[in-house]
């Protein structure tokens, strides 16, 4: 399986420079490209990321039946797959679906999916197993679906986004309460909202979307994929460890006031430039608390790479974790690359630094952590390779080769 080689300068002397443009948005595109089943012919997607999920998002949506059925093997490689199940039986009555795969970072149940389906009409009429032993679910909408008004019981990105999108072909309105506010919510409402949807309060705790009862939209207006938040945080976080200056291109400061903030508190200036943001390795890293939340609180896809900063911290940092529960595992093998990080229950890690890191072999455990570790190698000493990069190519585009372009000693090898 293809691995990173990379070949760290030591966290002592900063080596990137140069300018790196954030790429597009993973957690924009998916739920627009899932949204496309509810129009009644293809609309156009600029700008999407060259990423493995985006790619099985396409060949899921390909897949589909003159009945409403998906490739069940392509959909457990991913947990957005889940995005297509409510689009799926607003417009067809039915859809079967298997427990979505993705990362590894403790429990992700569907409940908040089934819960919603049900409070407009649907019904789980059977769940099992395949022969392979894949958990197959079922759920059916005969008469078709009827606008609610629903509270989720936590605040659940892709859950709201599902939502909206099932609620969307209903007879009546429906009312979302208790939404997740991320940007990406906004970007789909405004998306479906071009082409013919009504979905107000989108980025709100309360959404309504106005049932078109069946009738589907029509395509007038392309989606243009945004930065992507996620992926500019991490540079960031990556040029105030290793950056003599990086000027990072295509960013949207303001989806990212709770790091900016941090990063203040940590020391690390940032400078706002024509195109982006100047960021580099201050002479001191301050340790930081953070503590990971909903938008617009610290996003937990940001907290494996700030983990990594606070390990070059003069002091120390509790990292506490709200979202999931297994999301500090990573830790350990920051550990073994000498950092000291103590867990002390499953949601809280207190880091002491300031701690020299080694080269070590390491397998990618989800998305976000993987790229933590391409951060860790890059500020080590010695050589480290970073396998199941898979994971990580679900969501960074090319990120060798634009690493490499800003002066990282990283490898791509079979």
């Given at each position: 399986m293809p691995a990173f080689l990379i070949k760290g300068g030591g966290a002592s002397v900063p080596n990137l420079e140069g300018e790196i443009a954030v790429g597009s948005s993973k957690n924009a595109s998916l739920p627009a490209l899932a949204s496309s089943l509810l129009f009644g012919d293809m609309p156009r997607f600029l700008n999407l990321p060259e990423i493995e999920d985006i790619k099985r998002m396409s060949e899921l949506i390909l897949s589909v039946d003159s009945e409403g059925n998906v490739d069940l093997d392509i959909a457990k490689r991913f947990r957005a797959s889940i995005l297509v199940v409510g689009p799926l039986l607003a417009k067809f009555g039915r859809a079967s679906f298997p427990h979505p795969g993705g990362c590894l970072i403790g429990a992700r149940p569907i409940d908040v999916f089934i819960n919603g389906w049900e409070a407009i009409g649907g019904k789980l009429v059977k769940s099992g197993k395949t022969d392979g032993g894949n958990l197959i679910y079922t759920v059916e909408a005969p008469g078709g679906l009827t606008g609610c008004d629903y509270t989720f019981k936590v605040q659940s990105v892709t859950g709201t986004e599902g939502m909206m999108m099932t609620a969307l072909l209903?007879?009546?309105?429906?009312?979302?309460?208790?939404?997740?506010?991320?940007?990406?919510?906004?970007?789909?409402?405004?998306?479906?909202?071009?082409?013919?949807?009504?979905?107000?309060?989108?980025?709100?705790?309360?959404?309504?979307?106005?049932?078109?009862?069946?009738?589907?939209?029509?395509?007038?207006?392309?989606?243009?994929?945004?930065?992507?938040?996620?992926?500019?945080?991490?540079?960031?976080?990556?040029?105030?460890?290793?950056?003599?200056?990086?000027?990072?291109?295509?960013?949207?400061?303001?989806?990212?006031?709770?790091?900016?903030?941090?990063?203040?508190?940590?020391?690390?200036?940032?400078?706002?430039?024509?195109?982006?943001?100047?960021?580099?390795?201050?002479?001191?890293?301050?340790?930081?608390?953070?503590?990971?939340?909903?938008?617009?609180?610290?996003?937990?896809?940001?907290?494996?790479?700030?983990?990594?900063?606070?390990?070059?911290?003069?002091?120390?940092?509790?990292?506490?974790?709200?979202?999931?529960?297994?999301?500090?595992?990573?830790?350990?093998?920051?550990?073994?690359?000498?950092?000291?990080?103590?867990?002390?229950?499953?949601?809280?890690?207190?880091?002491?630094?300031?701690?020299?890191?080694?080269?070590?072999?390491?397998?990618?455990?989800?998305?976000?952590?993987?790229?933590a570790y391409v951060i860790a190698a890059l500020i080590a000493e010695g050589e480290s390779k970073i396998c199941n990069i898979y994971q990580i190519d679900r969501g960074y585009e090319k990120i060798d080769e634009r690493l490499r372009a800003i002066g990282a000693d990283i490898d791509r090898i079979d």
């Open positions: 209903a007879k009546g309105d429906t009312v979302l309460r208790n939404c997740a506010m991320e940007p990406e919510i906004e970007y789909l409402a405004d998306f479906l909202n071009k082409n013919g949807a009504d979905i107000r309060g989108a980025g709100t705790t309360e959404i309504t979307v106005a049932g078109r009862s069946g009738k589907l939209l029509r395509a007038v207006s392309p989606f243009l994929a945004p930065p992507d938040r996620i992926e500019a945080g991490t540079l960031l976080i990556l040029g105030a460890l290793a950056a003599r200056s990086l000027e990072i291109k295509n960013i949207n400061k303001c989806e990212l006031a709770s790091l900016f903030a941090a990063l203040g508190e940590a020391g690390v200036e940032t400078i706002e430039t024509k195109n982006g943001v100047l960021v580099k390795k201050p002479k001191k890293i301050n340790p930081v608390n953070i503590k990971t939340k909903e938008y617009p609180g610290f996003a937990t896809d940001l907290q494996a790479p700030f983990s990594v900063l606070a390990t070059q911290a003069s002091g120390q940092s509790l990292i506490h974790e709200t979202i999931f529960e297994g999301r500090l595992a990573y830790t350990e093998d920051l550990n073994r690359m000498g950092a000291k990080v103590t867990l002390m229950d499953p949601h809280r890690a207190l880091i002491t630094g300031h701690t020299p890191l080694y080269g070590r072999e390491l397998t990618s455990p989800d998305l976000r952590a993987g790229l």
